[in-house]
């Protein structure tokens, strides 16, 4: 493909920048009122800043798990973001993901997320048995209706299977602490879950004997144990362009747990069967020269899952994250098209599939309307 052509070339850098800046992340936040928007000594209050944060973790009363020893605010044992810093000095993480929202088409911003895996703050409770699951909920404005929890089973806590990042205890986005914003001052992070996994605000974390999820997410026909697909958008196509003209087109994917092999476009004249649909295989464009996101420096963090000390990827496309896309189509005659993009996941899977319903997640091929004219 002819990356060369000026009209693609303005379009690739025009793209937007690979790291989302932590102010830039698209909220969905819950709440009302919203508790990144309470006053600052309300946040002190309600445990929303690093000076009074708590964190409980405590066994189901309803479905005990056998602990000998639970952290609470009542005895003065809830962990404390000093506490947090401490576990931090010796198995502190941090990985890139992008963060989805299950029920929304577009990523709501890509960051590199730090924390404490989650197994060493349950490993202080120092649980025996009957344990099965783990469910967490965050600050909720003292009102049982507005909690929002999810869980997970204990198993992806204490391991990291298919060489996954571990769920982390979260207070810093792309080197930065946690803003209130984005869930601050920590947070769970789910890596290769959608946005409803990582729970905003965190002050609980329960051990219980329950065998099954019991995720708020769960009442609204959602599948809670969805993880991230892959699938393709746009970001630039010409609305209407000249008979006789290449056109530039650019997205980006997003990288689900099976990987990525290729992105691929089709453009079809209307009246054309989509039976008789073509695809081409786009350009996957490989790691930026500027990460964007507001990076310390401009620089990866040192000891970044994924990549070399260098700030080089160690592969690429990486997975649970994004990558952009380009390619430039051939000149067309007068009439009206349809263009699509789709992925080829790294088992050989072509989006839509292997998972294409709606409430496991986005998947469905995007269209777009493009005139040719004189």
């Not at 003292?142 to 869980?151: C, G, V």
């Not at 984005?182 to 905003?200: C, D, I, N």
């Not at 992925?343 to 469905?364: E, H, V, W």
Request: aromatic content about 8%; some cysteine.
């Amino acid at each position: 493909m002819d990356l060369t052509n000026s009209a693609l070339v303005r379009a690739i850098n025009a793209l937007e920048p690979y790291f989302t800046p932590p102010d830039q992340f698209r909220d969905v936040s819950r709440g009302k009122p919203m508790p990144h928007s309470l006053p600052d000594a309300e946040k002190r209050t309600a445990g929303l800043t690093r000076e009074t944060w708590r964190l409980e973790v405590i066994s189901d009363p309803e479905n005990p798990a056998n602990l000998r020893t639970q952290l609470t605010q009542k005895d003065g044992t809830a962990l404390d973001f000093p506490a947090l810093m401490k576990l931090a000095d010796k198995h502190a993480v941090r990985f890139a993901k992008v963060m989805t929202c299950l029920n929304i088409g577009c990523p709501l911003g890509m960051g590199i997320w730090e924390g404490v895996p989650l197994r060493e703050v349950v490993l202080l409770t120092q649980p025996r048995e009957n344990l099965r699951r783990v469910f967490y909920y965050g600050f909720h404005n003292d009102d049982p209706k507005q909690m929002f929890r999810s869980s997970l089973p204990i198993d992806r806590v204490l391991e990291d299977p298919f060489d996954l990042p571990p769920v982390i205890l979260c207070y810093k986005l792309n080197g930065s602490w946690l803003t209130s914003e984005r869930g601050g001052p920590v947070r769970m992070v789910v890596p290769e879950g959608y946005g409803f996994k990582s729970v905003k605000w965190l002050t609980h974390v329960v051990l219980t004997n329950l065998f099954h999820a019991n995720d708020t997410y769960a009442d609204g026909n959602n599948d809670v144990e969805s993880w991230l697909k892959t699938f393709a958008a746009t970001i630039s196509v010409p609305a209407s362009v000249k008979s006789g003209e290449s056109i530039p087109v650019t997205g980006y994917a997003q990288v689900g747990l099976q990987g990525l092999s290729k992105v691929q476009v089709s453009i079809r004249l209307n009246s054309v069967p989509q039976s008789a649909e073509k695809w081409v295989d786009a350009e996957i464009l490989g790691p930026p020269k500027q990460w964007g996101g507001d990076l310390p420096n401009g620089k990866i963090p040192a000891e970044t899952m994924g990549f070399e000390e260098t700030g080089k990827p160690r592969s690429w496309p990486m997975r649970l994250a994004k990558i952009h896309w380009a390619a430039l189509l051939p000149p067309l005659s007068n009439g009206d098209y349809t263009f699509r993009c789709r992925t080829i996941d790294g088992k050989g899977f072509a989006q839509p599939l292997p998972r294409p319903y709606r409430n496991s997640g986005q998947c469905a091929i995007e269209s777009v309307e493009i005139k040719v004219r004189d």
